[in-house]
C-alpha cells in the first residue's frame, strides 16, 4: 500500500538549509568523505534544467546533498543535465547512479517523472526519490511541495509594498506546477488589498526545452515589460531566468521577490540583493536531506511526502531588512501564515 505523510521536522528548517545551498558552477563531481570511507556511497542527486549555480531549486537540493555527506561521512555524487536531453538520457543517468551503488538516487525536477518510473522498477534495492512530481513505486519517494501556500505569503507582502497597486508574476514555463505558484500569488495579492491592485502575469516559454527555467535574458525582458506597465513589485518562479528578472527589478529599483531559496543571501546575486524584498522559500535542501536519513536510518522513506506550512517545508524570508520597515507587511504575513496553518485560509493551487 502507497504510504501518504507529512514530514515532521526531521530535516534542518527552510531558512537554514536554504542558507547553505552554494554558488558553485562547473561540472559535477563526486565528493569523497575524509573518514577515509570513500567506498561507502550515499546519496546522489541529478539535477534539473538550469543545473548546480541557479541560486535557486537546484542549488537548495545540492545544499541538502552536502548535509548529508557531512554527518554521514559517506561519498556523494552530483550530476548535472544536458542540454537538449531526452527521457532517455535522464533514464540512463538514474540508472548509472544506481548501478553504481548510490542509495538513494534523487532527480530534482518533475521532468525526471519519466525516467524515474522505469528506472526504480529495474532497481527494487535503491530507494529514489522525485523532487516536485508523484511517481509510483514501491521504492519511490514523491517529494512535493505547498508552493501555492509560500506564494500566497509572497501575495501578502506584495500587496503591502506596492505603492503603484501593480504588480507582476514571472513564471518560467507554463506548468501546473508554476501554475501554484501563480495561483497562490495572486490570491495572496488580492485577499490583502481587496481587489485593488491589478496582478500581471506572463510565462516565458510555453515548454521547459524553449529555455523557460534556464534563460536569464528572456526573465529580464519579461520583467522590463512588467515594469514598464507600472509594477513595482515581481515575483518570479523561472530557475535561472529569474535572475534576469531579479537584474530588472533592481535597475529598476522597484522590488523583486525570490523564489525557493533566500535569494537576499545569495552571493551570486549580493548587487542586486537590496531590491530582493523577500523569497518564497521551499525547503528542497531539507527535503533532500530527509531521504538520505530515512535511507541511513534503515527506514527509507516512500510513497508521497508533503512539504508545507505546518512543516516548515515552505515559508517566506525576512532577510532583507527593509521587509520590516513597511508599515503592516510583517504583522498580515504572520496572520496570513496562520491562517493558512490552522484551515481558515484556504490557497487555490489553480
Not at 16 to 24: D, E, G, K, R, Y
Not at 37 to 47: E, R, V
Request: proline letters at 2%; aromatic letters at 8%.
Amino acid at each position: 500500500m502507497r504510504r501518504i505523510s507529512k514530514l515532521t521536522r526531521v530535516a534542518v528548517g527552510v531558512a537554514s538549509i536554504a542558507l547553505a545551498a552554494t554558488a558553485c558552477g562547473g561540472t559535477s563531481s563526486d565528493s569523497s568523505s575524509s573518514d577515509g570511507s570513500a567506498d561507502t556511497k550515499g546519496l546522489a542527486i541529478a539535477y534539473d534544467i538550469g543545473g548546480k549555480g541557479d541560486q535557486s531549486f537546484n542549488d537548495a537540493a545540492y545544499a541538502g546533498l552536502q548535509k548529508a555527506q557531512k554527518e554521514f561521512g559517506y561519498k556523494t555524487a552530483d550530476i548535472e543535465p544536458t542540454e537538449g536531453e531526452t527521457d532517455a538520457d535522464k533514464e540512463q543517468r538514474l540508472a548509472s547512479l544506481a548501478k553504481q551503488g548510490y542509495n538513494p538516487v534523487i532527480g530534482v525536477g518533475f521532468a525526471y517523472g519519466p525516467a524515474m518510473e522505469a528506472v526504480a522498477k529495474k532497481y527494487p534495492k535503491t530507494t529514489f526519490g522525485i523532487v516536485d512530481s508523484v511517481v509510483e513505486g514501491e521504492n519511490v519517494a514523491s517529494l512535493v511541495f505547498a508552493e501555492e501556500q509560500a506564494s500566497y505569503l509572497a501575495g501578502v507582502a506584495a500587496a503591502k509594498a506596492t505603492k503603484t497597486n501593480t504588480v507582476g508574476f514571472v513564471g518560467g514555463v507554463d506548468i501546473p506546477l508554476i501554475h501554484k505558484f501563480e495561483a497562490g500569488y495572486k490570491q495572496g495579492v488580492q485577499d490583502t488589498s481587496g481587489g485593488k491592485v491589478k496582478v500581471i502575469s506572463q510565462y516565458l516559454t510555453q515548454t521547459a526545452e524553449e529555455g523557460g527555467f534556464s534563460s536569464p535574458d528572456k526573465g529580464k525582458a519579461a520583467a522590463e515589460g512588467q515594469i514598464e506597465k507600472n509594477a513595482d513589485v515581481i515575483y518570479q518562479a523561472a530557475g535561472l531566468s529569474g535572475q534576469g528578472v531579479i537584474e530588472a527589478a533592481a535597475k529598476a529599483k522597484v522590488w523583486a521577490i525570490g523564489v525557493d531559496s533566500d535569494q537576499y543571501k545569495q552571493a551570486a546575486l549580493a548587487g542586486y540583493k537590496q531590491y530582493i524584498l523577500t523569497s518564497a522559500l521551499k525547503d528542497v535542501g531539507g527535503a533532500v536531506y530527509a531521504l538520505a536519513k530515512s535511507v541511513e536510518d534503515g527506514k527509507p522513506l516512500t510513497g508521497t511526502q508533503t512539504f508545507d506550512l505546518k512543516v516548515n517545508g515552505v515559508g517566506l524570508s525576512e532577510s532583507n531588512p527593509e521587509f520590516a520597515k513597511i508599515a503592516g507587511l510583517s504583522e498580515a504575513v504572520a496572520k496570513a501564515k496562520e491562517g493558512i496553518i490552522d484551515g481558515s485560509i484556504k490557497v487555490k493551487t489553480e
